[in-house]
């Protein structure tokens, strides 16, 4: 390859972690991002890294509760109708996916992205000296009642998981509380998922990421991207806001939810859902008094990560346009439910976080170069499971970019071609 340079547009963990392996294999690596690294859907998820997210949202037992999820009254799921309505195509892509043979090319997919970027976030946390942000002690789905434990979607999990081999233990309500003193006795059930880690802060890791990008050569620059064009002999331009244009020999699109948009500039329609969340924080109590582990109340519909900041809450998905103004009724809902099964203290985070989830029909994202734009490198569509599968997104593409023979991972399942 004569001309090395690549811009990689967005700094969330997909894009510093490209811009990084990028720069690892030899490329001279632009980041470029209207904001600093690492402060939009990659600051505030829950920072859980988990095998057991295998498992998309679209699987086939969703058939059995979508009626109630169209009720719209759902602690865990909430969409606007007129969201739904103009993106009917991707709606009904992603409802349609939910049958037996797509899950199991997804979760295939997904376990081999998971596993590499797990060993890769491993290796990466070392070198910027961020290794004590990893809790290996894994996390818990709780299940308020023996029936919910058993339910279709649940025992389809646990099987899926079994069959991947990922160490799972189940729990009953004494075990439970030996785990974790601190939760009140409102559970009957829950699953340890052994095979997964989680960090206290997933922007200080982007942004540790990012520091040591630059640190080792790299350019970051902040400015808002418009569009790009191809300047011919397979080059790309970069477009800012104020038209000033910049060549490279490659680009690499991981806008996260904003992909969409930036492709629409292209003339390149991507059927993409935005499964938007809130996070608030909350005092702790004492560590001892605390959470040791992420946990997710099945019932209650949110998730509560202990962080560097405070233990944080996490709602499930309220399907809507991705810049729509933000509607947190489930976070008071969920903050409720939360309050039932732990002492919160007060909240803690003023303005209100909200983030993204960029999904594609079938639950995975596109980590492809694409097809008649030579140059051109697509990294979006991460869904619940970005901050975790950043790295391996890396890996892979850098790999493909860079013509290896050996690829780490089978790219089949994130090729382009499937949308475009
Ligand atoms: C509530 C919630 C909880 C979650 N929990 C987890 C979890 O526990 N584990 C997990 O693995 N994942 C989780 N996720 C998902 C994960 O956060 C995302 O999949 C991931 O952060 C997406 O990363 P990204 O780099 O693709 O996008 P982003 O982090 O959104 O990065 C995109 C970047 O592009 C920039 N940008 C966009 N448009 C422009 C433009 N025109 N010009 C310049 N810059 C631009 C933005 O500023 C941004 O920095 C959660 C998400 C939410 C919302």
Redesign the pocket.
Known sequence: MTDNTVAV????????TTALELQRRGMRVTL???????????????????RS?LMPFNHPKLWGTLPSLLRNQSTGFRYSPSFVASNLGWALGFVGRARQSVFEETTAALDDLIRLSTAEHRRLLGEVNALHRLRDNGWLFLYRSAQAFDAPGAQLGRETMARFGIATQALNAGELRDLEPVLQPVFAKALWIRDSC?VNS?GAV?KAYADAFVARGGQLQ?????TLRSSGEGRWQIV??HGNAQEFGRVVI??????Q??MAELGVDIPMGF?????MHYAPGSAENSLQR?IYDTAGGY?L?PMEQGLRL???VELNRCDAPMKPVQLDITEAAARQALPLGQRLEHPLW?????TLPDSR?VIDEMPGRPGLWL????????????PGTAALLAAMMLGDKQLPMNPHPFRASRFL
């Open positions: 547009l967005g700094a969330g963990m997909v894009g510093v470029m991002d209207r904001r600093a690294p690492g402060l939009e859907t990659s600051y505030g998820n829950a920072g859980v890294i988990a997210s989680s997933p982007v902040t400015c808002e991207l418009r800012d806001g991981a806008l996260g939810p904003w992909s948009k930036f499964e938007r969340g809130y996070h992420p998730v990560s996490s709602t499930g909200m983030g993204r989830r960029p994202p990294a979006f569509g991460h869904q619940h499971i970005g901050f975790s599968t950043g």
